[in-house]
């Protein structure tokens, strides 16, 4: 079996993520290939993993990359935040739970489903493409405002409005069917400087559109919360990201969860008699090692936050 994607920051999750009981259970919140979920139990052998993917193509390559461990691997296929708000309260509760919300290489190389600007594929984008509107729908039904303040505000690109202007004007000949269409007319809207930098001018418009399709950052804050919620007193949380929109909410809901008191600024006593839930495993994000970002450069991007679940009593003591 191909193995196309290269699991990013792999040591220091297990590093971080090792687990500190005998029968541990993990849950791998986005499996992907498999990668970080083939060293865990390769490195731990009384280990056993949940991995979770919305994809089942993916998810398919994983079970026959993992099918060695047997039942040591436990497959769940959907999303993440739906499998921790349907976790049962009887069963045991995961000690390490890892949340890689990357896309895999897969998914540009292998899907068919246009995640790259330099293939000639459907303009879908879809993780499950089973439910929900594709890329497609959205850059042929919105209006010219909604989609410049989309790609501004989940693409952070700074021709926004250009890019809109130029995708509503060509839809009115021909509505976009494929990934290479929408990255010729991105191409071309864009100043003749921008054209040939160190990315391609299409990129912040495709990771946009992708981030709105699979509602990457409406699912993440409830993500976090349930994961937290279902992770065993005492447990580990960790997430990769990849870029800032993403890491500022993991960022922020870290800190805030790590926080004694809740009150306003404007109260000059504490009145919550509030305790941290978490303590912040890693005061700054973890970055890849420029000997891996040699030999897979997309972990150029990857940041890594680790907090661990306090047990109840324990701020008492400390």
């Not at 130029?166 to 054209?195: G, H, M, W």
Request: one cysteine or more.
């Amino acid at each position: 079996m191909e193995i196309v994607h290269t699991s990013v920051l792999l040591n220091e999750c297990l590093e971080y993520l090792a687990p500190d009981a005998e029968n541990s259970l993990m849950v791998d919140g986005t499996l992907g290939e498999g990668g970080h979920s083939e060293a865990f139990l390769s490195a731990y052998p009384n280990l056993r993993i949940i991995g979770i993917d919305a994809d089942v193509r993916i998810q398919a390559r994983a079970r026959e990359r993992l099918a060695p461990f047997g039942d040591r691997m436990v497959f769940y296929p959907g999303w993440s935040d739906v499998f921790f708000r349907e976790y049962p309260e009887n069963e045991k509760r995961p000690d390490r739970i890892l949340i890689d919300l990357g896309i895999s290489l897969f998914h540009y190389e292998k899907s068919g489903r246009g995640f790259s600007f330099r293939s000639d594929e459907p303009l879908d984008m879809r993780l499950d493409p089973s439910s929900g509107e594709s890329a497609a729908d959205l850059v042929n039904r919105m209006r010219e405002a909604e989609l410049a303040d989309l790609i501004y505000q989940y693409g952070e690109e700074q021709y926004s409005r250009r890019i809109a202007r130029a995708i509503c004007e060509s839809r009115r000949n021909a509505p976009f069917a494929t990934a290479k269409s929408l990255a010729d007319c991105v191409f071309s809207a864009v100043p003749a400087q921008y054209r040939h930098g160190r990315i391609h001018p299409a990129t912040k418009t495709f990771q946009a559109l992708r981030i709105a399709v699979n509602e990457e950052l409406d699912r993440l804050p409830r993500l976090l919360s349930l994961a937290l919620s279902v992770l065993a007193p005492g447990g580990r949380l960790g997430v990769i990201t990849f870029h800032s929109l993403e890491d500022r909410i993991v960022k922020n809901f870290f800190r805030d969860k790590s926080k004694a008191c809740t009150c306003p600024p404007e109260v000059p006593i504490c009145k919550c008699g509030g305790k941290p839930e978490v303590e912040l495993l890693t005061r700054k994000a973890v970055s890849a090692t420029q000997d891996e970002i040699d030999r897979n450069s997309p972990s150029r991007s990857a940041h890594l936050r680790v907090v661990r679940k306090i047990p109840y009593g324990e701020n008492a003591a400390q």
